[in-house]
Each structure stands twice: as structure tokens, then as C-alpha cells.
């Protein structure tokens, strides 16, 4: 039982501390786990960092979920996430209800407009990024055009174009790999 | 159904589907949104404002936020444990057959095709909100897709001082050093202030 609460205190603290997402957790993690607890050791760490990357879901969900396993099975991955998110839900809590006891004010919508812009650029900034790591040759540049373009004129789901370029990626690579 | 049971269900498809980290959940929170009406577009770029400048990961502080504005408390906790639970469970079975999932050729070839394709979503939302922000045309009324629902949300085209805005912050981002490496937080309170100033909303 001591170790579940240190886990969630932890990861608790981690959340708190990771300004800016998954990216920003890694080293934070690293000092925590690896150093001064020596729950995991580093290799393990950027194994299940990777792997978090790659499977669906919140980057830093997915690493407190594995390191959590490792140490106290399954109840030790459910409560090194639910230490992750208790801070947000707290602190965006208090912080959208007092938001929207003050979005009346023009001050507020003057600058929450100007906030928009700034959205804009970050999303722009983001996809750019992203566009270097996942853009490596010609298919995956059709597929991003494919589903950017999809996206903005269809009506549907972006599960479905989730699903479609998943099996496009095992096909594509099936195709390459028979060419040869 | 309910509210809340909705709520959990449209958050847990967004956990299941959305690959690659926080800002990955923007298309499937901009299609809830579309969906249920529960909030707009706008609505939810102030989410993500918020989301960017509060501790702790944006994708769970996102889906806080829109649970908090569609059933308050209750919803903030659902949203967020909706969203958490394909992920607890995925990787609950992936760390029981870790060497396996790591050298699976099936799984590298699938993340081929994934990962652009989520850059392919969250371009697709960016191209959305320019043309809402900055062009003054409101691309998202709660019904439809963006080809049959433009209208022009106000007088003006295009917003001059949005796009000067943005231009201002691209630079500032991508180019000048060491400012570029700045917390996104510093230019959300800086783009605060030019909204203030220069009265954004025009009101």
C-alpha cells in the first residue's frame, strides 16, 4: 500500500512539474525515477518513452502507465496515471470556472482573441515539427496530403483516418518489401 | 444517454485513436465539438491556450477543460479518465509482450502510415482556425463540414492585425534567438496584451 501512494505522489509531482507536455517529462522523469527512487534503470525508461510514443494516447500517460506496471503490476500503472492527471483536473478545474465567471468582461475577450492568434502560430509551429519526423519520403508525404486534405473537406471521423492509414503503412511497406 | 456516459465514450475513442501525444487529441476534440455542439471551435482554442499555460501534460489538461465546460466537475474527472483508459490498458498488454510489440514488423509498418497521418489531422485542424482567426470566416457552425458551411463572421475578410500578429509571432518563434526557445507561455501573455491593447474582439 506505501508503495502505491509513493508511486501516485510521484507522478503527482510530475505532473505539477511537466510544463508543456510529454516532451518537457523526460528529463524531469529521468532525475525522479532512475536517480533518486532507482525504480527503473535508463534503459528502461527511454524503451517505454519510445513505445509510449507510439502507442495511442497522452505520451507522458502512456510512460507513468509503464513504469507504474513495472513496479506494482497492474494496480501500480492505474495509480501512477491517476497521480499524472490529478493535478490537471484540480488546477483546470478552479481555473476554467473562474474563466468563465470572467469571460464576460471585454478585457477577457480582447484578450483571448489575441490568445487566438498566438493558438495559430503554436498549432502551425507543432505540425511543422512533426511534419520533419513523419514526413521521410514520397508515400508518407501523400499520406499526409491525403488526410490533411480529407480532413478539412469531409465529414467524418479522424478515427477512420486513422484506421485507413494503418493499413495504408502495412500494405505500403508489404509493396516495398516484395520489390525488392 | 447521458451526458457523462457520452462524455466518457467520445473521450476514450479520442485515447484510442489519438497517436502521438497531446496535440494529437485537437482533431478528435474539434469533431466532438462538431458533433455534440457541447462547445465551438473558438470555445476550444481558449481551452488550448489555457491547456498550454497550466502545469501538466496539454492533452490531459484539454480534456479536463472540455469536460469541466460540458458537465463541470464530474465531467472534468470523466473526460479525463475516459481519455486515460485505452492507454492504461494498451500498455498494460504491450509491457506483458514488450519484445515482442518492439520488433514487430506489422506494428513499425502500421506507424509508417500513422504518424503522418496524424500530422495530416492536426494540419488540417491548424488550417481550420487560420481561416476562423484570421480570415474572418467561420468555418465550423456545429453541423457541417468546412466546404459547406463558409460565411463570413464579420465585416472584414481578412483581420489585419491577427495576421500582423501572426507574422510577428512566426518570426519570434522559428527565428530569433534566443527567444525562439521561450515557453509558449511568454508568447500566449504577450499575444494577451496585443489583444488588450489593440482591442482584438473590437469590442
Given at each position: 500500500?506505501?508503495?502505491?501512494?509513493?508511486?501516485?505522489?510521484?507522478?503527482?509531482?510530475?505532473?505539477?512539474?511537466?510544463?508543456?507536455?510529454?516532451?518537457?517529462?523526460?528529463?524531469?522523469?529521468?532525475?525522479?525515477?532512475?536517480?533518486?527512487?532507482?525504480?527503473?534503470?535508463?534503459?528502461?525508461?527511454?524503451?517505454?518513452?519510445?513505445?509510449?510514443?507510439?502507442?495511442?494516447?497522452?505520451?507522458?500517460?502512456?510512460?507513468?502507465?509503464?513504469?507504474?506496471?513495472?513496479?506494482?503490476?497492474?494496480?501500480?500503472?492505474?495509480?501512477?496515471?491517476?497521480?499524472?492527471?490529478?493535478?490537471?483536473?484540480?488546477?483546470?478545474?478552479?481555473?476554467?470556472?473562474?474563466?468563465?465567471?470572467?469571460?464576460?468582461?471585454?478585457?477577457?475577450?480582447?484578450?483571448?482573441?489575441?490568445?487566438?492568434?498566438?493558438?495559430?502560430?503554436?498549432?502551425?509551429?507543432?505540425?511543422?515539427?512533426?511534419?520533419?519526423?513523419?514526413?521521410?519520403?514520397?508515400?508518407?508525404?501523400?499520406?499526409?496530403?491525403?488526410?490533411?486534405?480529407?480532413?478539412?473537406?469531409?465529414?467524418?471521423?479522424?478515427?477512420?483516418?486513422?484506421?485507413?492509414?494503418?493499413?495504408?503503412?502495412?500494405?505500403?511497406?508489404?509493396?516495398?518489401?516484395?520489390?525488392? | 444517454?447521458?451526458?457523462?456516459?457520452?462524455?466518457?465514450?467520445?473521450?476514450?475513442?479520442?485515447?484510442?485513436?489519438?497517436?502521438?501525444?497531446?496535440?494529437?487529441?485537437?482533431?478528435?476534440l474539434k469533431?466532438?465539438g462538431?458533433?455534440?455542439?457541447?462547445y465551438t471551435y473558438t470555445d476550444l482554442m481558449n481551452m488550448l491556450?489555457?491547456?498550454?499555460?497550466?502545469?501538466?501534460?496539454?492533452?490531459?489538461?484539454?480534456?479536463?477543460?472540455?469536460?469541466?465546460?460540458?458537465?463541470?466537475?464530474?465531467?472534468?474527472?470523466?473526460?479525463?479518465?475516459?481519455?486515460?483508459?485505452?492507454?492504461?490498458?494498451?500498455?498494460?498488454?504491450?509491457?506483458?509482450?514488450?519484445?515482442?510489440?518492439?520488433?514487430?514488423?506489422?506494428?513499425?509498418?502500421?506507424?509508417?502510415?500513422?504518424?503522418?497521418?496524424?500530422?495530416?489531422?492536426?494540419?488540417?485542424?491548424?488550417?481550420?482556425?487560420?481561416?476562423?482567426?484570421?480570415?474572418?470566416?467561420?468555418?465550423?457552425?456545429?453541423?457541417?463540414?468546412?466546404?459547406?458551411?463558409?460565411?463570413?463572421?464579420?465585416?472584414?475578410?481578412?483581420?489585419?492585425?491577427?495576421?500582423?500578429?501572426?507574422?510577428?509571432?512566426?518570426?519570434?518563434?522559428?527565428?530569433?534567438?534566443?527567444?525562439?526557445?521561450?515557453?509558449?507561455?511568454?508568447?500566449?501573455?504577450?499575444?494577451?496584451?496585443?489583444?488588450?491593447?489593440?482591442?482584438?474582439?473590437?469590442?
Amino acid at each position: 500500500m506505501k508503495i502505491l501512494w509513493e508511486l501516485f505522489w510521484t507522478f503527482a509531482k510530475m505532473g505539477v512539474m511537466t510544463f508543456g507536455g510529454g516532451y518537457a517529462m523526460l528529463p524531469i522523469l529521468q532525475r525522479e525515477v532512475v536517480e533518486s527512487k532507482r525504480w527503473v534503470t535508463e534503459e528502461e525508461i527511454m524503451d517505454y518513452y519510445a513505445i509510449g510514443q507510439c502507442t495511442p494516447g497522452i505520451i507522458a500517460v502512456n510512460t507513468a502507465t509503464f513504469i507504474g506496471q513495472k513496479i506494482r503490476g497492474i494496480s501500480g500503472g492505474i495509480v501512477a496515471t491517476l497521480g499524472l492527471v490529478f493535478p490537471s483536473v484540480v488546477i483546470i478545474s478552479v481555473l476554467a470556472g473562474l474563466i468563465t465567471n470572467f469571460s464576460h468582461l471585454v478585457w477577457v475577450q480582447n484578450a483571448f482573441a489575441g490568445i487566438q492568434v498566438c493558438v495559430c502560430v503554436l498549432i502551425f509551429n507543432a505540425v511543422m515539427k512533426l511534419l520533419k519526423k513523419s514526413v521521410v519520403d514520397k508515400r508518407t508525404a501523400a499520406i499526409f496530403a491525403v488526410v490533411l486534405v480529407g480532413s478539412v473537406f469531409l465529414r467524418i471521423s479522424p478515427a477512420w483516418f486513422v484506421i485507413a492509414a494503418a493499413v495504408a503503412g502495412i500494405i505500403l511497406k508489404n509493396l516495398e518489401v516484395k520489390g525488392k | 444517454m447521458s451526458v457523462y456516459l457520452r462524455l466518457y465514450w467520445e473521450f476514450f475513442k479520442t485515447g484510442l485513436f489519438a497517436v502521438g501525444g497531446g496535440m494529437a487529441t485537437l482533431p478528435f476534440l474539434k469533431d466532438i465539438g462538431q458533433s455534440t455542439g457541447w462547445y465551438t471551435y473558438t470555445d476550444l482554442m481558449n481551452m488550448l491556450a489555457v491547456s498550454e499555460s497550466t502545469p501538466g501534460p496539454i492533452g490531459i489538461n484539454m480534456a479536463t477543460y472540455v469536460g469541466f465546460t460540458v458537465g463541470g466537475i464530474p465531467g472534468a474527472v470523466i473526460a479525463t479518465l475516459g481519455e486515460v483508459t485505452p492507454s492504461i490498458i494498451v500498455i498494460l498488454i504491450v509491457a506483458m509482450m514488450l519484445k515482442k510489440f518492439r520488433d514487430n514488423r506489422y506494428v513499425n509498418m502500421a506507424f509508417y502510415g500513422l504518424r503522418p497521418a496524424s500530422t495530416g489531422l492536426i494540419g488540417a485542424a491548424c488550417v481550420a482556425v487560420v481561416l476562423e482567426v484570421m480570415i474572418g470566416i467561420k468555418v465550423l457552425a456545429a453541423d457541417g463540414a468546412l466546404v459547406n458551411t463558409f460565411q463570413l463572421a464579420g465585416e472584414a475578410l481578412i483581420k489585419w492585425p491577427g495576421v500582423l500578429l501572426a507574422a510577428v509571432l512566426l518570426v519570434l518563434t522559428n527565428v530569433v534567438k534566443p527567444v525562439k526557445d521561450w515557453h509558449p507561455i511568454v508568447f500566449i501573455a504577450f499575444s494577451a496584451v496585443v489583444g488588450i491593447v489593440f482591442r482584438f474582439a473590437g469590442v
